[in-house]
T-cell receptor
Framework: GAVVSQHPSWVICKSGTSVKIECRSL??????MFWYRQFPKQSLMLMAT?????????EQGVEKDKFLINHASLTLSTLTVTSAHPEDSSFYIC???????????????FGEGSRLTVL | GESVGLHLPTLSVQEGDNSIINCAYS??????FIWYKQESGKGPQFIID?????DKRQGQRVTVLLNKTVKHLSLQIAATQPGDSAVYFC????????????FGKGTMLLVSP
């Protein structure tokens, strides 16, 4: 089946630094990718929709200058948490849509998540 | 506001029992529903989906029931196994493109051997 890969799977950084998380679709081209944030014991909250070749669409309340999204190719979207602070510590998950219709398990595939800890 | 929610935050069952996880949704415009399984420290894994023109769909050991009258969705897992222990989320999609995929709060399923 379709595979979405995230890197790094976990990262620890100091407050004030920036962290980049990559999301790759390994065997399909994804014109649209989604970034979610998940706090412990909570649900996934959509942060933004990443569109290849255009600006990301952010959900209400998500700071676009803090969470920079770049979708420069059909297989890669990146999320950069700028000037990270401890409250940004969370589990970040991306998903990608495979529009080919070849999968019988839906069109949306999730990465394994990236756990960010800001000290 | 409109949201997808779950009745039970934790469900504990014995191995071999059947499990039922419930979900209530409030947006009558939602036309597609998905159940995901999330193991600790991992991303969500697709289990089964159902469209609003259906009221039941079966997979391998899983069945999803949709009651549009009361806006209720359930996931039934037959012969629950310890490997089924995880958090289960329902999600609703209000149209095409998945940009409006909204997740419920999740239910943790604990299966005792």
């Amino acid at each position: 089946g379709a595979v979405v890969s995230q890197h790094p799977s976990w990262v620890i950084c100091k407050s004030g630094t920036s962290v980049k998380i990559e999301c790759r679709s390994l065997d399909f081209q994804a014109t649209t990718m989604f970034w979610y944030r998940q706090f412990p014991k909570q649900s996934l909250m959509l942060m933004a929709t990443s569109n290849e070749g255009s600006k990301a669409t952010y959900e209400q309340g998500v700071e676009k200058d803090k969470f920079l999204i770049n979708h420069a190719s059909l297989t890669l979207s990146t999320l950069t948490v700028t000037s990270a602070h401890p409250e940004d510590s969370s589990f970040y998950i991306c998903s990608a849509r495979d529009p080919s219709g070849r999968s019988n398990t839906g069109e949306l595939f999730f990465g394994e998540g990236s756990r960010l800890t800001v000290l | 506001g409109e949201s997808v929610g779950l009745h039970l935050p934790t469900l504990s069952v014995q191995e071999g029992d059947n499990s039922i996880i419930n979900c209530a949704y409030s947006n009558s415009a939602s036309d597609y529903f998905i159940w995901y399984k999330q193991e600790s420290g991992k991303g969500p894994q697709f289990i089964i989906d159902i469209r609003s023109n259906m009221d039941k769909r079966q997979g391998q050991r899983v069945t999803v029931l949709l009651n549009k009258t009361v806006k209720h969705l359930s996931l039934q897992i037959a012969a629950t196994q310890p490997g089924d222990s995880a958090v289960y989320f329902c999600a609703e999609n209000r149209g095409s493109g998945y940009s409006t995929l909204t997740f419920g709060k999740g239910t943790m399923l604990l299966v005792s051997p």
